[in-house]
């Protein structure tokens, strides 16, 4: 799958309105386990704040496409790789939620 940037959502994920908090990236057909959904575009930053997910203590990456909706689960079906890829943990099914766990230690804000 291509890299997202911010006008351009791969047609396998779309954003919406989430119950799980504000809004939420979701499945628009069926995901199959081990499918890349994408690859994180943004910018890196040492500085916290929304949307940033902290690859190292001091080294984290300000998502700025669709892949900013992904909510945190303790039960998650997609994981951020060090490649900056997406991949599905799981079969995910149309219309799910797609999620991430963020980590207990603060790792991803």
């Known amino acids: 799958m291509s890299s997202m940037s911010k006008t351009k959502t791969p047609e396998s994920v779309y954003a919406d309105d989430s119950p799980i908090h504000g809004k939420g990236l979701f499945a628009a057909r069926h995901i199959a386990k081990g499918e890349v959904l994408g690859t994180v575009s943004g910018r890196w ?14 080294k ?19 994981a951020y790789y060090d490649t900056l890829e997406v991949c599905a943990l799981r079969d995910i099914q149309p219309g799910e939620e797609i999620t991430h766990d963020y980590g207990t230690d603060g790792e991803f804000e």
């Open 45 to 58: 930053t040492k500085r916290n704040g929304p949307y940033v997910l902290w690859v190292e203590e001091d």
């Open 60 to 78: 984290g990456f300000r998502v700025d496409c669709d892949f900013r909706f992904i909510n945190h689960s303790s039960t998650p079906n997609a």
